[in-house]
């Protein structure tokens, strides 16, 4: 069973302080994506990476950046933590990024932004 | 942009009976569909996926697509205490992206 892996698993944040969340898989998959799941909505793409030192902007990017240093490490980062970037937060990844590849998920980040 | 609805939002069972999870989707070209099961607490897990139109069974699961009414179901045949979970579907337009509709919870009672 492919394994990714959250830090930390919830978190308490200041407005407008830095929040680094961090999610390690060892499927040695090339993709890795970010999500935020929030009641009400469906899970919504932040963004996600292909490669290593490369990211790209999914549905909702504005607010957060992303780190991928490499393969197996792809961080979610808040510069400014808001109010409105309270949710959990989803790592996953996949073989490849066409729909046919399973995406394997985390077990999330609770983050409360106060 | 794909939207995702599905319903009901909720289901109450008893143990045993069949479930029909409902999704439609606005994309008659999306790629792939699939069916995530998430258990309170823990990440969404893939259950089965569907790319053609017509159906697929894997195990107690079927799931069937009809592309020209922009609609997926999944049954779950059998239904089980475990089975307890909100339903997720995903629709993959083609390009790195899934869409997720808002889910359903389902409740099976022993």
């Known amino acids: 069973e492919a394994a990714v892996t959250q830090s930390p698993r919830s978190k308490v944040a200041v407005t407008g302080g830095k929040v680094t969340l961090s999610c390690h898989q060892t499927n040695n998959h090339d993709y890795m994506y970010w999500y935020r799941q929030d009641t009400g909505h469906g899970l919504r793409l932040i963004h996600y990476s292909y490669v290593a030192d490369s990211t790209e902007k999914g549905d909702i990017p504005d607010g957060y950046k992303a780190s991928r240093p490499s393969q197996e490490n792809f961080s979610l980062i808040l510069e400014l933590a808001s109010l409105s970037q309270t949710a959990v937060y989803f790592c996953?990844?996949?073989?490849?990024?066409?729909?046919?590849?399973?995406?394997?998920f985390g077990p999330g980040t609770r983050l409360l932004v106060l | 942009q794909e939207k995702v609805q599905q319903s009901p939002e909720s289901l109450i069972v008893p143990e045993g009976a069949m479930v029909s999870l409902n999704c439609s989707f606005s994309?008659?070209?999306?790629?792939s569909i699939w069916w995530y099961q998430q258990h309170p607490g823990k990440g969404p897990k893939a259950l089965i996926s569907i790319f053609s139109n017509g159906n697929k069974k894997e195990g107690r699961l079927t799931v069937y697509l009809n592309r020209a009414s922009l609609h997926v179901s999944l049954h779950i045949k059998d239904s089980q205490p475990s089975d307890s979970a909100v339903y997720l579907c995903a629709v993959n337009p083609g390009y790195q992206n899934f869409y997720f509709g808002k889910g359903t919870s389902l409740t099976v009672i022993p």
């Open positions: 996953a990844s996949s073989d490849e990024g066409q729909g046919e590849n399973t995406q394997y």
């Open positions: 994309d008659s070209a999306s790629q």
